[in-house]
């Protein structure tokens, strides 16, 4: 059965700091791995999709790199700003089902 | 932009009752699914669904229930609503079978009393 861990479970730091939030899964064999953002009390939106045959994505500060065989990802957050602060939660796709860590809740202080 | 809409934000029921939680998306997805969120637990998949009419169950099916009877709409049902059944229950979407994104709904919390 797939388990996936994040660590830390939260973290803070102060405004413009680059930071690196880790997710560890059990079982290497994905298709993809997705990480979210979720603000408090709201749903979650997707930040990055990564497939199974790459190893990393990027999309503005925000970089995300995928190590299957080790089971690990990490979702590299560059010049934090005090609007990144949420819960940030990884889950790794089987076919159709995800399944996903507990979040890192990320305050960034001004 | 994909729209996932949850109708209740913030629902309070007695035990015992019956409780539809309804999830409506606009962009013609074939997959829908239904998710709790609990401290401690993070996400866990109830039931999804990959077409109308059909449903499989996720890893914690037991006192829910669901219906698709439109492609755009999945309900999730508590037949008889308990007090361990209170959490924050979230909607999701994607396009078609395989390894796709999910869009999610804002969540509904429900406080069982």
């Known amino acids: 059965k797939q388990e996936v861990t994040q660590i830390p479970a939260a973290l803070s730091v102060p405004e413009g700091e680059n930071l690196v939030l880790n997710c560890s899964f059990t079982d290497s064999a994905i298709y993809n791995l997705q990480w979210f953002r979720q603000d408090p009390g709201k749903g979650l939106t997707s930040l990055l999709l990564i497939q199974s045959s790459q190893r990393e994505q990027t999309s503005g500060r925000l970089n995300a790199s995928l190590d299957k065989s080790s089971g690990r990802s990490t979702l590299y957050i560059a010049a934090s700003q005090p609007g990144d602060s949420a819960t940030y939660l990884c889950?790794?796709?089987?076919?159709?089902?995800?399944?996903f860590g507990t979040g890192t809740r990320l305050l960034v202080s001004p | 932009d994909v729209k996932v809409t949850q109708s209740s934000r913030y629902l309070v029921k007695r035990t015992g009752e019956k409780v539809f939680l309804e999830c409506v998306q606009d962009m013609d997805h074939e997959n829908m699914f239904w998710y709790r969120q609990d401290p401690g637990l993070g996400l866990r998949l109830i039931y999804f669904s990959y077409d109308v009419k059909m449903k499989e169950k996720g890893d914690i099916p037991e006192g829910y229930s669901v219906s698709r009877e439109k492609k755009e709409r999945f309900s999730l049902i508590l037949e008889s609503a308990s007090t361990n059944q209170t959490s924050m229950y979230l909607c999701?979407?994607?396009?078609?079978?395989?390894?796709?994104?999910?869009?999610f709904g804002a969540g509904t919390r429900l406080s069982v009393l």
């Open positions: 889950a790794v796709v089987g076919f159709q089902k995800l399944v």
């Open positions: 999701a979407s994607s396009p078609t079978r395989g390894q796709n994104i999910q869009y």
